[in-house]
């Protein structure tokens, strides 16, 4: 029987070329009624083929690898692109990029849901088949095989690095612990244990602080993610009792992620509590009021009142810490209070026509969690971002739907707000010398994109505005 589909994360772009001439000896020979469609999947900071294909191009220009994902890094792909496409022209198929997050995300996925450990270079054909899913370029009816080779031991320190570990440690003291005698002890262990609550958080030390609080009172089991998109996987894996929301969050906010919850049947009917230092306007408060259980705004609340409420909901009482831990009364729980929401970010505008080239962007400033971006598609959505509050770098493009990005920068220097605002501009418009060296005299620097290095775009950002 063959497949609808054959998809696999290519680097050079030999494996699939090999196994779509099987396929093809196969139904030349009169053993299969079909060629598969074939998906190539590449990473976002290594996708030559992906860019080549989706301009309809027969060659593939060389690019410069920026991924995490070393060992799919082949910026130079040479004329398996060539073969590929024309294997997708006859045969049917697509091409798609995900980026290194998305890879990650799925390899982890993968892993709780089936119990597969796999490599990083084939998580992003996971990746990529529901991306292709999400598009509906595969259907719901068709069967798919995807390319799911090595494990991730190997390869994981190199490709995950330190960030993506998680260190998991048992006191020696919870093993020797003896069970508490009793019906009624062991029934109120029971109902505790079997509670699970779900925070999601960008700020790490806000989601820590708020497991501890919660598991000084009651032993919970509490669950953190620290980006909207593994806490909804979290939160339609684990079936939590309650989801303790952030709204503040990159790529994907605390409102769309309530909108995600409340869309879905697994999860429409978990009661979810919203922590947040985000000033709400009286339209968001609206919709939280008829979405939300309750909501609280960091810093004008005290721990007790917090985990007072939280068991109330869950149909609990709470006098006090459960365990008799230094630093773990009320007090010490108030004075930990005090570090909430402190992760202040440096904020970046993005103004750049391209949805495509803006995504890129923001998910590579947005790879240090120290920065937040907000994206502008036309000259007029900036000036009316940078009226409503202030940034800390402007990105610019000079090719706006509405207006030249000269003609934004103009206005930005007229402004009293954004006179000395630093500005880089980032354009696929090819400038001569003196043009260059017009916009270079008004912003802190001119970047081409045919030639942008990332890994230096970065760094610059990061040197421009320190800590």
């Given amino acids: 029987r063959a497949p609808d589909w054959y998809i696999q994360a290519v680097s050079g772009g030999i494996g699939p070329l090999g196994v779509i001439k099987g396929f093809i000896e196969l139904y030349d020979a009169g053993l299969i009624d079909r060629v598969p469609k074939l998906g190539v999947i590449q990473t976002e900071g290594c996708a030559p083929m992906v860019r080549a294909w989706e301009q309809g191009l027969d060659e593939a220009e060389p690019v410069q690898p920026d991924s995490l994902i070393t060992v799919l890094a082949t910026g130079t792909p040479g004329k398996a692109y060539t073969m590929l496409k024309q294997a997708i022209d006859r045969y ?26 796999m490599e990083p270079a084939a998580s992003v054909a996971f990746a990529g088949m529901a991306r292709l899913v999400e598009q509906q370029i595969i259907r719901p009816d068709e069967c798919v095989i995807v ?18 570990f998680l260190s998991l440690d048992t006191p020696a003291a919870d093993l020797d612990r003896r069970p508490v005698e009793g019906v009624a002890a062991a ?28 598991q000084s009172y009651k032993q919970y089991r509490v669950f953190e993610s620290n980006n909207a998109l593994d806490g909804l996987d979290l939160v339609r894996q684990r079936q939590p009792d309650l989801v303790v929301l952030d709204l503040t969050m990159p790529t994907m906010d605390g409102f769309e992620t309530l909108s995600e919850l409340k869309a879905d049947a697994r999860t429409c009917d978990i009661p979810v509590v919203v922590v947040s230092a985000k000033a709400l306007s009286l339209t968001e408060q609206d919709y939280l009021k008829r979405h939300t259980d ?4 960091k810093g004008s609340f005290n721990a007790q009142e917090l985990v007072q409420h939280v068991s109330t909901l869950l149909g609990g009482t709470s006098e006090g810490p459960k365990r008799a831990a230094p630093g ?12 909430f929401g402190k992760l202040n970010r440096q904020r970046v505008l993005l103004v750049e026509e391209s949805s495509w080239d803006a995504r890129l962007l923001r998910r590579l400033v947005e790879s240090r969690s120290r920065f937040e971006v907000i994206e502008a598609q036309s000259g007029a959505e900036a000036l009316v971002a940078v009226a409503e509050a202030p940034f800390d770098l402007i990105i610019l493009g000079l090719q706006l739907p509405d207006m030249t990005g000269e003609q934004v920068l103009v206005d930005l220097r007229a402004r009293e707000g954004t006179r000395h605002a630093p500005v880089v501009i980032i354009t696929e418009k090819q400038l001569d010398s003196v043009e260059r060296a017009r916009l270079g005299a008004k912003v802190e620097s001119v970047w081409s994109k045919s030639t942008l290095d990332r890994s230096s775009l970065l760094s610059y950002i990061e040197n421009l505005l320190p800590e």
Avoid at 294 to 297: A, F, G
């Fill in 328 to 339: 773990q009364t009320s007090q010490g729980s108030d004075r930990l209070m005090g570090t």
């Fill in 294 to 297: 309750s909501v609280w705004q």
């Fill in 92 to 117: 049917g198929g697509a091409m798609a990029a995900v980026s290194d997050g998305d890879a990650f995300r799925a390899m982890r996925r993968v892993a709780r849901l089936e119990g597969l450990s």
């Fill in 147 to 164: 390319n799911c080779s090595g494990h991730t031991f190997s390869a994981e320190k190199h490709a995950l690095e330190d960030r993506y």
């Fill in 187 to 214: 029934l109120e262990q029971l109902d505790e244990q079997i509670t699970t609550i779900v925070v999601i958080d960008d700020n790490p030390n806000d989601s820590r602080l708020i497991r501890r609080l919660l």
